[in-house]
């Protein structure tokens, strides 16, 4: 299995991470596909890489910006949390229009629960946890045959995301950080901003796990 991070330093993009999953089949998934360049076009040809499938962490434009661009080259789903959804159609609900921009993505997406199991690559087992707060409807995606987790803007290295954001859901803070503790240690996280880190890290350090 392959993981390749695309790390967009444009301030316009808010720092945010694009992740690309392969197998040895040539299969790949695009995790929160931030740009709308022509650069993971490139990248994915290059390598020869048939792409088939979008995975959202959550549906915030700086997450999404890409997703049109990828479809106009490749029919494949796009999917996000179900209470996510209507996040893909509304710039207030995913914060483009505070931006000046008016994001939409018009593409049915199939929606995801809490604890549901997707097979889409080979050998790999992909367990979605919803973890609300930074808004409604955010998921990590658990690999648990490889022990990565995609956190979105759930977890950062020795920080969390915001909370006071159209759409969010403070109170669900607490909960949602207890299901990441219970994760093995050693977990490596790819969080939608930043650097990498394991989660034996966070729990030592992140003081957002103490309180």
């Known amino acids: 299995m392959r993981l390749d991070k695309f790390d ?3 301030i316009e993009e ?3 991470n694009t992740y690309v999953v392969s197998d040895d089949d040539n299969r790949a998934i695009i995790i929160d596909p931030s740009s709308d360049g022509e650069g993971l076009l490139s990248y994915l040809k290059k390598n ?3 792409p088939i499938a979008i995975l959202l962490t959550h549906g915030h434009f700086d997450h999404i910006r890409g997703v049109n661009n990828l479809l106009k080259n490749y029919d494949i789903p796009v999917y996000i949390h179900e ?3 209507d996040f893909l159609s509304d710039p207030y609900l995913n914060c483009s229009l505070m931006c000046g921009m008016n994001i939409t993505i018009n593409k049915e997406p199939i929606l995801v629960k809490d604890n549901q199991e997707l097979h889409l690559l080979k050998d ?3 367990k979605v946890i ?3 707060f930074h808004t409604v409807g955010s998921v990590c995606y658990y690999f648990t045959n490889n022990n990565w987790l995609f956190s979105g803007d759930t977890l950062f290295r020795l920080s969390i995301g915001r909370d006071d954001l159209p759409g969010s859901s403070p109170k669900s803070k607490s909960e949602s950080l207890a299901k990441l503790k219970k994760l093995p240690n050693d977990i490596k996280i790819y969080p939608g901003h930043g ?3 394991v989660l034996a890290t966070e729990l030592m350090l992140n003081d957002f796990f103490k309180r």
Do not use: A, V
């Open 8 to 10: 967009y330093n444009d």
């Open 14 to 16: 808010l720092l945010s």
């Open 48 to 50: 020869n890489l048939t």
């Open 83 to 85: 209470l996510d959804k």
């Open 124 to 126: 790999e087992t992909i």
């Open 130 to 132: 919803h973890t609300p």
């Open 195 to 197: 650097q990498n880190t």
